[in-house]
């Protein structure tokens, strides 16, 4: 047998989940935010995205909104 553990980012607000390799846009907390990153990682804390070609991270703590 096989087995597999998937990790999603879960928006309970809006029943929306986000997986590995989904395309995003990132709205902090400060009014900041950064459009077309692709998800790489997902981590209990937040996540690793890939956006112009370098690895960045971000904690969950720092967001406002995903879409």
Same mark, same amino acid.
């Given at each position: 047998?096989?087995y597999v553990t998937k990790?999603?980012? !879960? ?7 986000? &997986?590995?390799? &989904? ?16 998800? *790489?990682?997902? *981590?209990?804390?937040?996540? !690793? ?5 370098? &690895?960045?991270s971000v904690q969950y703590?720092?967001?406002?909104? !995903?879409?």
């Open positions: 047998m096989r990790k999603s980012i !879960l928006d309970m607000e809006k029943v929306k989940a986000f &997986d590995i390799g &989904d395309i995003i846009t990132i709205k902090y907390h400060n009014g900041g935010g950064c459009g077309s990153c692709r998800i *790489t990682k997902i *981590t209990d804390t937040g996540f !690793l995205y890939n956006q112009g070609g370098r &690895d960045k703590k720092n967001i406002a909104e !995903l879409y």
